[in-house]
């Protein structure tokens, strides 16, 4: 079955905040027939080291950033959907700066759009996540954190982003929908949780002023350990060097830390999902195949 596949992202200051996005991409290009990118030249050095890439499927393209959006993270979106309409596959495969495909699993990938590129009710393949949080060696699976989704989509069907992280389907000028799905049977790996606390908390600083309220202070150690998990498998080989360098390599978790009342309804969210076997982490697309 023959289709083409379009990856594509957008950046900023991907060295000052400590994004992989070197490894990102070379993780996904194996599977791509093209790689857009969206990037704004910023304050380091992020553009020469795309350009140094040199690989011929990478296409750049130079924007720059509206300052002034800062309503619920929509400059975000407005860059994704920069880099997704210069695509021409088939398909659009999107990887934040600091997710990257395990490539193990590539052919897994691939092997699902072969099933269901012919069925026009499959519009996105959705991934699971595996959230690095604090350390290589643990994951984020309380309910707060998205467990599974869409990062690969149909690029012949009418999608919009509302934020950097997932699409809305409109059909006959009707509202926008989720898009339909099946499993892509692969996983996402988000090391964007793991960054060294200086560099995460410059990204805390930048991710704030675009949603119009204070940054946080940036302190791995402060948080609900139940909502934490062992990470037993191994990581994509491409990350080995990133996660010696510029990954914090042990969380210790603050054994005093005070639960916000947020952490106690993830509690009651997370003791409600063991007793009834449900997932009640957020959504943006429906399974339908």
Aim: contains cysteine; hydrophobic residues 35%; neutral net charge.
């Amino acid at each position: 079955m023959t289709f083409s596949i379009s990856g594509f992202t957008f950046l900023r200051n991907g060295v000052e905040l400590g994004f992989p996005f070197e490894e990102s991409i070379r993780s996904l290009l194996p599977l791509v027939d093209e790689f857009v990118i969206a990037v704004d030249r910023g304050n380091d050095n992020t553009l020469e080291r795309l350009q140094a890439l040199g690989d011929p499927k990478i296409r750049i393209i130079e924007t720059i950033w509206n300052e002034r959006m800062s309503h619920r993270g929509f400059v975000y979106a407005q860059q994704k959907m920069i880099a997704q309409y210069a695509c021409t596959g088939d398909w659009a495969f999107y990887l934040e700066g600091d997710e990257v495909l395990h490539e193990s699993e590539l052919q897994a990938i691939r092997q699902s759009l072969e099933k269901h590129h012919a069925n026009p009710e499959v519009e996105a393949l959705v991934f699971d996540y595996y959230h690095f949080f604090g350390a290589p060696d643990v994951i984020a699976t309380g309910p707060a954190w998205y467990r599974r989704e869409c990062r690969l989509i149909r690029n012949t069907i009418r999608t919009y982003a509302p934020d950097g992280q997932y699409w809305l389907v409109t059909e006959n000028h009707k509202r926008g929908r989720n898009p339909r799905a099946a499993l892509a049977n692969a996983h996402i790996y988000h090391y964007g949780w793991i960054r060294q606390g200086e560099k995460m908390q410059k990204k805390m600083d930048q991710v704030s002023k675009y949603w119009s309220h204070e940054p946080p202070k940036m302190q791995y150690s402060q948080v609900d350990g139940r909502m934490l998990s062992p990470f037993t498998g191994t990581h994509p080989a491409i990350m080995q060097s990133w996660l010696q360098s510029e990954a914090e390599q042990h969380l210790h978790i603050d054994p005093n830390y005070r639960l916000t009342a947020k952490d106690k309804r993830l509690r009651m969210k997370l003791a409600l999902e063991r007793l009834t076997g449900l997932d009640l982490s957020r959504k943006h697309f429906k399974l339908v195949a």
